[in-house]
């Protein structure tokens, strides 16, 4: 969704969009068309068909099937022929050379085209070359230069033909960096590619072989041997190339070595069993004895096709999102370049898509992102003022908020520093002390209860605080029950708190019914405790008067207090 609404808005705006597609000219193979999911390593599309390709002249035999195999590809594979090719190619001629740390980028340029003309292959025709620099010897004030090149012609033709379809040749590299990608990205030399880990990569061809000398990614020195291997028989091609290669790599001491074999006449894993190499060895078989595939693939791709992905294909399909510090570049593209109407322009890579933006298009982005942020700017100048007015006011009440919040976290503060610091053993104990309390208190009850009284309420709080209310048909059981509890209770300060008969009525207390019920309270806890909720009473009751009896004879109250005046007295102080 997010894709579409961006392709949309860049089209809109005026800005190109091509889809990248790699090819690769890969001898043995053909021509390859790849491309690669960065994100789960995996190869999405893929497809090949047979191309012929020069040994001698290191260059496609027949253009025309060359057309031809790419306009299948094309269909087969529902792809748009209008779209930017990256292409790989087999290399054509590397080499080294060491020049002064004076000479500028034109001169070093010059000196490199000069050592490419001795090639046989560039004497008849002119050639385009790339280069990168590799160490520099401050003592003997030179630079290395490492460099390649490839014949013009033949790049002319290729763009040729791909403008013909409406494709464009944004890329060419060689099969050397290629293939080196495809190892780090793949992780077959993970250990070898480890930031300053020495180690050689011995790469073999129909026309012999070649020898890379690597500090991690980067390329320390090349050697290249030339052998005619399809001149010796099967068994004598092993012990030529073991017998160079082992003189060859007394020049470049390593503990690592990983043979890769690109043809067909030479299995990597044979050879690799004839070398004594003292140090780690692997190989790669990428040719037809390939056992194993190179990266993993969708679903959607045949089975017969999967042995077939080169190393050299996976190579240029990463070249966009693997970054590689060897850098080679054939196409002749510079990042900008001139559009149709004559304007400059720059492009990108998005999505496996290449943008490229004008200066009209990036002219009409600059307005929109002005558009986006002028006028919020101006509505907010507009409404500003009224939301800060209507802000201002909640603003000050939640400061007045914070200073009362405040004001209380202070006062705490006070109080707990007045408190003392808090320690685990007290607390641990006070714990302990009031559960104990608690305990003591069950049990005494438990045993105090007499037979004709029941409990209706209990509450034990900290500190040995309790109480008890219930109702009983007899005064005297209270009586009974309250003594029990403080001789159970050691220290604890009960009191009978309240002794009152369960019913309002007169009659039931001069002509009982049934059983006269009393309803009584037990506690030790202040009147503050008992009722919380309580107002205190701003006026007194109302004295009796002189003479007169408070619990006139006949009233529930006499009948009560009748009771409790025949029991034995208590001490109920603490």
């Keep these: ?57 290191r260059e496609i035999a027949n253009y025309e099937e060359f057309r031809t195999a790419l306009e299948e590809l094309f269909r087969e594979l529902n792809i748009n022929p209008k779209c930017n090719i990256v292409l790989n190619m087999p290399m054509v001629h590397f080499g080294k050379v060491d020049l002064p740390l004076l000479l500028n980028d034109d001169g070093v340029t010059e000196a490199v085209i000069s050592e490419v003309e001795q090639s046989y292959i560039f004497k008849r025709c002119e050639p385009v070359i790339s280069w990168f620099e590799g160490s520099s010897n401050t003592s003997s004030d030179t630079r290395t230069i490492f460099y390649s090149a490839m014949q013009k012609p033949a790049v002319d033709k290729i763009k040729e033909i791909l403008a013909e379809m409406g494709a464009t040749l944004s890329g060419v590299e060689i099969s050397l960096v290629s293939s080196l990608r495809a190892l780090l990205f793949s992780g077959l030399t993970e250990t070898q590619m480890e930031e300053g880990t020495p180690w050689n990569l011995m790469i073999v061809n129909s026309t012999g072989y070649s020898l890379v000398s690597l500090s991690g990614k980067n390329i320390v020195d090349y050697y290249e041997e030339p052998l005619a291997l399809k001149t010796y028989e099967l068994d004598e091609i092993y012990e030529v190339i073991n017998t160079s290669a082992q003189i060859a790599l007394m020049n470049f001491p390593t503990n690592y070595l990983y043979v890769v074999s690109e043809t067909d006449l030479v299995s990597a894993e044979h050879l690799v069993s004839k070398m004594q190499f003292e140090g780690t060895v692997d190989f790669l078989e990428n040719n037809s004895f390939r056992k194993r595939e190179i990266l993993s693939v969708s679903l959607n791709i045949l089975p017969d096709q999967v042995m077939k992905i080169s190393l050299e294909a996976v190579g240029i399909a990463v070249s966009k999102v693997c970054s590689y510090p060897v850098k080679l570049d054939f196409s002749g593209n510079k990042a900008a370049e001139s559009s149709s109407a004559g304007e400059e322009s720059i492009s990108f890579n998005f999505n496996n898509k290449e943008i490229v933006l004008t200066e009209s298009v990036l002219k009409n982005i600059s307005y929109v992102i002005a558009g986006v942020l002028i006028v919020p700017s101006l509505f907010a100048m507009l409404t500003l003022p009224v939301i800060q007015k209507k802000n201002q006011t909640k603003l000050n009440e939640i400061n007045s908020q914070i200073k009362k919040v405040d004001d209380e976290i202070k006062q705490m503060t006070e109080l707990a520093s007045e408190s003392g610091n808090f320690v685990v053993k007290t607390e641990i104990e006070k714990v302990l002390k009031n559960n104990r309390a608690k305990l003591m208190a069950y049990s005494a009850l438990g ?128």
């Design 447 to 574: 045993e105090s209860v007499p037979q004709d009284l029941w409990i209706t309420y209990f509450n034990a709080k900290d500190q040995g605080k309790f109480d008890i209310k219930g109702i009983s048909e007899d005064v005297e059981d209270i009586y009974i029950f309250f003594k029990n509890m403080k001789d159970s209770l050691i220290d604890n300060q009960l009191r009978l708190h309240k002794l009152e008969m369960l019913s309002d009525s007169i009659d039931d207390a001069v002509i009982p019914d049934g059983p006269v019920m009393y309803n009584f309270e037990i506690t030790n806890m202040s009147e503050g405790d008992l009722n919380p909720s309580a107002k205190p009473k701003t006026e007194a009751k109302a004295a009796p008067a002189a003479g007169t009896n408070p619990n006139p004879a006949g009233s529930p109250a006499a009948g009560a207090a009748r009771k409790v005046n025949d029991l034995e007295p208590v001490d109920i102080g603490p």
């Design 1 to 57: 969704m997010i894709e579409k609404f961006i392709n949309d808005l860049l089209s809109q705006l005026g800005a190109g969009s091509k889809e990248i597609v790699y090819l690769s000219v890969t001898p043995g193979v053909g021509l390859e068309l790849i491309q690669v999911d960065p994100v789960i390593k995996a190869v999405k599309t893929y497809g090949h068909k047979p191309l012929e390709y020069s040994d001698s002249m």
